[in-house]
């Protein structure tokens, strides 16, 4: 498994943007699956975006389409996720993940990051 540590969270208005940090520790990080998920209090976990361990296939939610977008460098064991026009309802704690499925469903992530919360105030 590989240990997970996201950064980049904090307060932001309607309109402005994040980036988001997935730093991993452990060797083979080209090999994993990252993706990033997000959840707010008494709701489901809702899987966000996600990035093949080839590098050729992203996946984002419809909620976030066109103002997301996810990267990795390899080089640096990390993933971002890059969030611009961000709304109040992107508020929740963000969580990467990893898998080592090469393109995974949510259920194939078995190795998870503590969160990093993100509010978007109006």
């Known amino acids: 498994q590989v240990r997970l540590v996201e950064s980049g969270g904090g307060s932001v208005q309607a309109g402005g943007s994040l980036r988001l940090s997935c730093e991993a520790s452990?060797?083979?990080?080209?090999?994993?699956?990252i993706g990033w998920f997000r959840q707010t209090p008494g709701k489901e976990r809702e899987g966000v975006s996600c990035?093949?361990?080839?590098?050729?296939?992203?996946y984002y939610a419809d909620s976030v389409k066109g103002r997301f977008t996810i990267s990795r460098d390899n080089a640096k064991n990390t993933v971002y996720l890059q969030m611009n026009d961000l709304k109040p309802s992107d508020t929740a704690k963000y969580y990467c993940?990893?898998?080592?499925?090469?393109?995974?469903?949510?259920?194939?992530?078995?190795?998870w990051g503590q969160g990093t919360q993100v509010t978007v105030s109006s």
């Open positions: 990035i093949s361990s080839n590098n050729v296939n992203t």
């Open positions: 993940a990893a898998s080592e499925v090469v393109f995974p469903e949510p259920a194939d992530f078995d190795s």
């Open positions: 452990g060797s083979n990080f080209a090999y994993y699956a």
